[in-house]
Structure formats: structure tokens, C-alpha cells
């Protein structure tokens, strides 16, 4: 459900809530596409509802130790999360995830998408998607490719990819897409899917972008060719985040929130450092942001059966899984 053109203010019936602080957890570094998201928004929310928003970094586990702090907290309406499309994929393929993406949460917005890229460093030999598939067919398993976490967006754009290509590749999981960016950046890995944010590195010559896993070339990045145009058919990954309560929050503060941010993001639509960065900045209410997280985890599920991807543990000193193998 796309952004209407104008919005009321917070009803003043509503005054009794907030009354204190609320804090968003957010499952990643900052200095990553999730903080680019969770600055602006909370700020926007900070004025819309009359009260301080904290924004609180617990990254590791692909969002996990993020997820689980929410989930364990009161369901008051004070502590909510920032969810990216790992919290859909995290339980198909962690042991260690802990929660259930549809019974655990009570969605809250839908707030902006962002589509994935595959970037090189800036030495790097390969110099197109052709490169990289002809360098990991001849060499199996030794193509090493950077996520930003096991389980999450970046790490099953990887397993589509190797799934489309036909190849297969070694995936290395970070801490979160600083870690990974810089893994690229220094040629610790040959590449890294992350967010269109990082085309701003390209810009500085500090990577370089293969490919756009979107159906058309994006417009801040037009000379970057899409996965078709490489040779690579339905690969085609976004990345996604949305505000998340605990359970059982009562309906009304989730309407309060939803209202608010609503009116945050029809302002963040005129944002150009978001649009700069690849955001698309929408909105969906608690009721369509359900629907869409049903969606993911039928899409997400689909390729984790094909790729023959097994639960495991996740070390949260590394954000890899335990038991090594996952096949």
C-alpha cells in the first residue's frame, strides 16, 4: 500500500501514550544500510510523537540477538525492532533463531525497500558477472563471497545466484554489511552482495559493481547492468525493512506508531540522501506488512528446499554457522 498525499496529525486523544522514551533496536552496525534507515526515521518519529526515540545497536546472528531482545521485551509499545528481511529467512535456516516470524511479533510498518548489488574491490580481475562465473566454474567451492550475516538477505541472493549461474561458490557471513563492504573493499573476498547504499563506493572508487538484482537498471547507477543483462536469468533480490513490536502490544499503540510513521515517511519520500542510496521509501500498514512477511517466507522457503540449505547453529561471535557444512 503506497504513500497517500496527505496525512492528519497524531489524534491528542492518544496523549497516554508515549509517556517515556521508546527505543528501536536495530540488528545491525551502524554505518550500514539499516542505521541509514533507523537515523532518519526515528528522528521523524521523535517529532511526530512528543517523545525521545533511542536507537540501540545489537547486531550479530543475522538480526537474531536483535530479534530475540525484542521478543523477550514488555509488550508495552516502548521497545520495538527494525526488521530487514532476515527475520522472514532467519528461522528456515537457524537451529539457534528462536522465534517465530508470524506468531512471535506484532508488525507494526513497512517502511523501505532496497534492492541487492554485486560488488568487486577496486583490484579485483573480475570485471563482469561472465569473469566471476567462468573463474568459480573452473574453480569450485574457492570464489569466495561475502554476505552481511548467515540467513539473511545477502546470504541467499549468494545461494540464487549460485543456483541461476550454476556454480558453486564458498560464502563467507560478516558481522553485517560494514564487515562485509570492507571484506570486498580490501580483497579479504572476491565479492560481496550488499544494498545499492554501497554504490557510494563505487563512486569513490573503492569498489566496483557488477551487477543491479532488479529488472531494470537502477537511476543512480545507470551504467550498472542488471543480472539479465550479465546472462543471469530470475535473480532478482531486495532487501526490505519494517518496524516490528513484541506480541501481544496493545492495538492501539500499534495504530499510534503506524500513524506516525506513516507521516515520517511521507516526508522521507522527498529524502534524496535515501533515494540516493537506492531506498524506495513506501509504507504498509500492520495488517499488509503481515501479509507481506507470509509472502517472503513462501519465496524464501522455496529456494532454501532447492539449495538443500540445513538449519543449523549460528556462533554469534561470528555469525557462521557451527556444524561448517550446511548441505
Do not use: C
Given at each position: 500500500?503506497?504513500?497517500?498525499?496527505a496525512?492528519?496529525?497524531?489524534h491528542?486523544?492518544?496523549?497516554?501514550?508515549p509517556?517515556?522514551?521508546v527505543?528501536?533496536?536495530?540488528?545491525?552496525?551502524p554505518?550500514?544500510p539499516?542505521?541509514?534507515?533507523?537515523?532518519?526515521?526515528?528522528?521523524g518519529?521523535?517529532?511526530?510523537?512528543g517523545?525521545?526515540v533511542?536507537?540501540?545497536y545489537k547486531?550479530?546472528?543475522?538480526g537474531?540477538i536483535?530479534?530475540?531482545?525484542?521478543q523477550r521485551?514488555?509488550n508495552?509499545?516502548y521497545?520495538?525492532v527494525?526488521?530487514?528481511?532476515?527475520y522472514?529467512?532467519?528461522?528456515?535456516?537457524?537451529?539457534?533463531?528462536?522465534?517465530?516470524?508470524i506468531?512471535?511479533?506484532?508488525?507494526?510498518?513497512l517502511?523501505?525497500?532496497?534492492?541487492?548489488?554485486?560488488?568487486?574491490?577496486p583490484?579485483?580481475?573480475?570485471h563482469?558477472?561472465?569473469?566471476?562465473?567462468?573463474?568459480?566454474?573452473?574453480?569450485?567451492?574457492?570464489?569466495?563471497?561475502a554476505?552481511?550475516g548467515?540467513g539473511n538477505?545477502?546470504?541467499l541472493a549468494?545461494?540464487?545466484f549460485?543456483?541461476?549461474?550454476?556454480?558453486r561458490?564458498?560464502?563467507?557471513?560478516?558481522?553485517?554489511?560494514?564487515?562485509?563492504?570492507?571484506?570486498?573493499m580490501?580483497?579479504?573476498?572476491?565479492?560481496?552482495?550488499?544494498?545499492?547504499?554501497?554504490?557510494?563506493?563505487v563512486?569513490s572508487?573503492?569498489l566496483?559493481a557488477?551487477?543491479?538484482?532488479?529488472?531494470a537498471?537502477l537511476?543512480?547507477?545507470?551504467?550498472?547492468p542488471?543480472?539479465?543483462?550479465?546472462?543471469?536469468?530470475?535473480?532478482?533480490?531486495?532487501g526490505w525493512?519494517?518496524?516490528?513490536a513484541?506480541?501481544?502490544?496493545?492495538?492501539?499503540r500499534i495504530?499510534?506508531?503506524?500513524?506516525?510513521?506513516?507521516?515520517?515517511?511521507?516526508?522521507?519520500?522527498?529524502?534524496?540522501?535515501l533515494?540516493?542510496?537506492?531506498?524506495?521509501?513506501?509504507?504498509a500498514?500492520p495488517?499488509?506488512?503481515?501479509?507481506f512477511i507470509?509472502q517472503?517466507?513462501?519465496?524464501w522457503?522455496?529456494l532454501?528446499?532447492d539449495?538443500?540449505?540445513?538449519?543449523?547453529?549460528?556462533?554469534?561471535?561470528t555469525?557462521?554457522?557451527?556444524g561448517g557444512a550446511?548441505?
Open positions: 500500500m503506497l504513500l497517500a498525499a496525512f492528519v496529525t497524531v491528542p486523544a492518544w496523549a497516554a501514550y509517556e517515556q522514551p527505543t528501536i533496536i536495530v540488528p545491525y552496525l554505518g550500514g539499516a542505521d541509514l534507515v533507523a537515523r532518519p526515521l526515528g528522528a518519529l521523535q517529532k511526530r510523537l517523545t525521545p533511542l536507537l540501540e547486531p550479530g546472528a543475522g537474531q536483535a530479534l530475540r531482545y525484542v521485551a514488555r508495552d509499545g521497545t520495538l527494525l526488521a530487514l528481511a532476515a522472514a529467512i532467519g528461522p528456515l535456516v537457524s537451529q539457534s533463531a528462536g522465534y517465530d516470524p506468531k512471535d511479533f506484532q508488525p507494526v510498518s517502511v523501505a525497500k532496497q534492492p541487492l548489488v554485486l560488488y568487486v574491490g583490484n579485483s580481475r573480475l563482469s558477472v561472465a569473469d566471476l562465473i567462468e573463474r568459480a566454474k573452473s574453480n569450485p567451492d574457492r570464489v569466495t563471497v554476505s552481511s548467515y538477505t545477502s546470504h549468494i545461494e540464487m549460485s543456483q541461476a549461474a550454476g556454480i561458490v564458498l560464502h563467507v557471513p560478516y558481522h553485517g554489511g560494514v564487515q562485509s563492504v570492507a571484506a570486498a580490501s580483497g579479504d573476498v572476491d565479492a560481496v552482495f550488499a544494498g545499492a547504499d554501497s554504490l557510494r563506493y563512486n572508487g573503492k566496483r557488477l551487477a543491479v538484482a532488479t529488472d537498471r537511476a543512480i547507477a545507470p551504467e550498472t542488471t543480472f539479465v543483462e550479465a546472462g543471469v536469468r530470475n535473480m532478482f533480490v531486495t525493512y519494517g518496524v516490528l513484541p506480541k501481544g502490544t496493545p492495538r492501539d495504530e499510534t506508531l503506524d500513524l506516525a510513521i506513516r507521516q515520517v515517511l511521507s516526508e522521507l519520500t522527498l529524502n534524496e540522501m533515494a540516493g542510496y537506492g531506498f524506495k521509501v513506501l509504507h500498514g495488517a499488509d506488512f503481515q501479509a507470509e517472503e517466507l513462501a519465496r522457503k522455496g532454501i528446499l539449495r538443500h540449505i540445513v538449519p543449523d547453529q549460528i556462533d554469534i561471535r555469525d557462521r554457522p557451527t550446511r548441505r
